[in-house]
């Protein structure tokens, strides 16, 4: 130990090493700390080799991974049931029990009740639960409201972890999206190492799809840029297919796909500030946001007559059908428009990155979920769970979810498993998009939801004529900074 | 009427167990209703007030008490007024609406044509579907690419109407539903005071030389009004109340113009998690409707003259 330090730092250093021994901490979070405490490497190794031998997470351990040691625990998820992830996890949930002995019982709510029901047992003194998935733009909400248990201590128990886990596999910026949360900080993501969920049970982000058979009778290359994608949509519209489409009804995916892929990839910043500043100001009024939703009302002569009113479903099945020419769109609805038999055009489809303006980089919003243990679960289940939750967030589910239902996989493997590229062209641009994705800046305070409807109605009000791009733009910032203001994020 | 019942009940009891008796009479008979009223509604109540005193959401455990706070937000709330504005607007145009259908369509199936037995029965149907399935099913056939509404209307040549897409329809569209589906209850309540009106009456009218409108006009309608204003109270609380159908058919767009409270106030509780605000803005819309009530009530005047038949 470090022989200059003072009173505070000894406790600090003894109350890390009974962490250590207690499991309060992890042996990576241990290494940060001592480093800061000025704690020298050879001292931090033999504490490290002194607690070995002592951590709890080894006792009653070979330190050798057992698949079937939980066998005979029931479990229980609670996850959404508006994509096709309970499908795919209900699918196999017999391999599940033979591999693990581990039952896993399904309760799969649409979202709005999903929310509701996590929160509910969050918060109640036992949960219901001891797996629960949530979406990436409520891990401040959820996460950062202290209520998942850390997972570090399970990753690095090679008695816990499956030898063939490789979590390095798990895309970066899902991981910073679901996973990682500096508590005591506040701060979602990079720079912090502490993990509360899995990326699971599917990731995901906006590309372009596009028809190759019209783009190539025309003589076009898929656009790359914003002017392209309007040119092409100028050129293609006819009286059968619409030169282009886009989320225009009151709609989530109007802001959060269409506006703010072309609101950043025409070099727009949503935020400026931060809200532990309290300076967390919206950035609506710029050239840039006023830009993108000028860019979806000139759109309107050329895409489908009743386009305002089309959210998800309209646009998968118009396109599927042959009826629109390009659009962008959630890379999970590849499933669909690339299945023969729900897509006339499956054949016919290619997809690129998104488009973006001159001298920026393509790039779109980060969707997708995690997958965590409440801290409320039943204490003797947590490492049952944890076993589940490795074996749900897996390579081999990554790929099945891949092969049987085009989910969009939370691993690079998946997205670049050879046989299933050639089944799915599309999955590296998939796969690409996904990694290079952005958090939605909104998505750190819980006010996530109400800003996004506030700027869904305001935008398909100026698509149906009832206000100017400018005009929905400044309504929303100023309905944006109150929120904002009363949520104590803005001064 | 109840008062007498109970006198009765009570000296029976009186007379069977005595004076201790009766308390456990009393007990036994009010117990379980006053428990399940305590559980279900006072419970509830007092619960709900305390969370609109209080700025709990999604991510805090337990709110803090803010006093008045959320009641003064919702009074500086421009949605809330555009929402009050909407809600006056769908309660008055769709119980006034379908008071009038529904009192016609008594009148006209009071006349007893052939076959109107099972015509009642077929319109009856709609106030029998669950407001939410009235609200997904009415949104598919409005529709405006494959919707039958705008297929048949084309049919025969009339434009496509854009009913849900435009904030010139989409609150008419609202009404129009909302009218197709009850008004089949205010025709079974008013019919059924037709059906138990005194023929005599009539009779006497006719002998005094009273054509069909002036029996109508003096005789009929007053006589029905105690039953229109039940129809007008139950369906005015009901309307206010409609959330279910507001919440599959339109989502309460265009640009806010269906938003009624409820959905507001289930927008607020359940897709922001603002509990406190939500459980404040259910509060105010429960005063809105005890004095809508009261009022209602008083101006109506149900007398008891006009239900003495």
């Known amino acids: 130990m470090n022989q200059d330090a003072t009173p505070n730092q000894q406790r600090a250093i003894s109350d890390m090493v009974q962490g250590l021994l207690e499991d309060r901490i992890d042996r990576r979070e241990f290494v940060s700390r001592a480093l800061i405490l000025g704690l020298s490497a050879t001292s931090i190794g033999a504490i490290l080799a002194a607690c070995a031998g002592g951590s709890s997470s080894n006792n009653g351990t070979s330190g050798t991974y057992d698949p079937k040691k939980y066998a005979g625990t029931q479990l229980h998820i609670l996850m959404t049931g508006d994509e096709n992830d309970h499908r795919a996890l209900g699918d196999q949930l017999s391999q599940l029990k033979a591999e693990t002995g581990i039952d896993l019982v399904i309760t799969a709510p649409s979202l709005t009740p999903l929310i509701n029901k996590t929160l509910e047992n969050l918060k109640a003194s036992k949960s219901d639960f001891e797996l629960v998935e949530y979406l990436g733009f409520l891990t401040t909400q959820q996460v950062g409201g202290g209520y998942y248990e850390k997972l570090n201590p399970y990753l690095n128990d090679p008695a816990e972890t499956p030898p063939d886990y490789d979590f390095n596999d798990l895309i970066k910026a899902n991981l910073n999206n679901v996973g990682y949360y500096d508590l005591a900080a506040k701060k979602l993501g990079n720079g912090a190492t502490d993990l509360y969920g899995i990326p699971g049970l599917h990731s995901g982000s906006v590309i372009y799809f596009y028809r190759k058979d019209l783009f190539a009778a025309a003589g076009l290359q898929p656009a790359k840029t914003w002017d392209e994608f309007k040119a092409a949509a100028v050129k293609l519209n006819t009286k059968d297919v619409a030169g282009a489409s886009f989320v225009g009804a009151n709609d989530f995916s109007l802001a959060t796909v269409d506006w703010y892929t072309r609101f950043i990839t025409t070099g727009g910043k949503l935020m400026l500030g931060s809200p532990t500043t309290k300076d967390f100001k919206p950035n609506l009024t710029s050239p840039e946001a006023v830009g993108a939703l000028q860019m979806l009302v000139d759109l309107l002569p050329y895409a489908p007559k009743n386009v305002t009113q089309y959210g998800f479903s309209q646009n998968v099945d118009g396109f599927s059908t042959g009826k629109i020419a390009q659009m962008i769109f959630w890379s999970t609805i590849a499933g669909p428009v690339f299945n023969p038999n729900t897509s006339k055009v499956a054949d016919k489809t290619g997809t690129t990155p998104v488009p973006a303006g001159p001298g920026q980089k393509s790039s779109a919003i980060l969707g997708g979920w995690g997958v965590g243990i409440p801290k409320n679960a039943d204490p003797a289940k947590k490492k049952a769970a944890w076993r589940a939750l490795t074996w749900i967030t897996s390579k081999k589910f990554n790929m099945y979810e891949e092969e049987k239902y085009q989910i969009d996989a939370s691993r690079n493997s998946a997205f670049n498993d050879p046989s299933l590229v050639s089944k799915f062209p599309y999955l590296p641009n998939a796969g690409t998009a996904d990694s290079s994705a952005h958090v939605i800046e909104t998505s750190i305070i819980d006010e996530f939801f109400e800003l996004n409807a506030i700027m869904n109605v305001e935008f398909n009000k100026a698509l149906i004529g009832g206000q100017s791009a400018a005009a929905a733009c400044a309504t929303t910032q100023s309905q944006w900074e109150a929120v904002l203001r009363k949520g104590g994020h803005l001064a | ?207 005094d030389g009273a054509h069909r409108l002036a029996q109508l006009r003096w005789i009929t309608l007053p006589l029905l009004a105690p039953a229109i204003a039940l129809a007008a109270i139950i369906r005015g609380i009901d309307a206010f109340r409609s959330f279910d159908l507001v919440y599959g058919l339109s989502y309460g767009g265009p640009a806010r113009v269906t938003t009624t409270l409820s959905f507001l106030d289930y927008q607020s509780g359940f897709d922001f998690q603002r509990y406190g605000f939500a459980a404040a803005m259910a509060y105010v819309m429960v005063v809105i409707l005890v004095i809508a009530t009261t009022v209602l009530l008083r101006l109506v005047q149900v007398r008891r003259e006009d239900a003495v038949q």
């Not at chain 2, 337990?62 to 009050?84: C, K, M």
Request: some cysteine; charged content about 10%.
């Open chain 2, 1 to 207: 009427m109840n008062g007498t019942l109970i006198e009765r009940g009570s000296s029976r009891s009186s007379w069977a167990f005595g004076p201790s008796g009766r308390h456990r009479d009393t007990l036994l008979l009010l117990g379980p209703c006053v428990a399940y009223l305590i559980v279900f509604s006072v419970f509830p109540l007092l619960y709900s007030l305390r969370l609109s005193l209080t700025n709990l959401t999604g991510s805090s455990t337990s709110g803090q008490f803010v006093g008045l706070e959320n009641y003064r937000d919702i009074f500086t709330d421009p949605h809330f007024w555009g929402a009050a504005g909407t809600t006056a607007l769908m309660v008055g145009s769709s119980v006034a609406i379908a008071l009038v259908l529904g009192t016609a369509l008594a009148l006209f199936f009071g006349l007893n044509l052939r076959g109107s037995s099972i015509v009642r029965a077929v319109i009856t149907v709609p106030m029998l579907i669950t407001p939410i399935v009235v609200g997904v099913m009415w949104r598919a056939l409005l529709n405006p690419d494959w919707g039958i509404v705008n297929w048949a209307i084309g049919r025969v040549g009339l434009p496509a109407i854009n009913w849900l897409g435009s904030t010139d329809t989409a609150l008419k569209t609202l009404v129009m539903v909302d009218v197709w589906q009850w008004t089949p209850f205010v025709f079974v309540i008013v019919f059924a005071r037709l059906q138990s009106l005194p023929v005599e009456i009539f009779e006497a009218a006719q002998v």
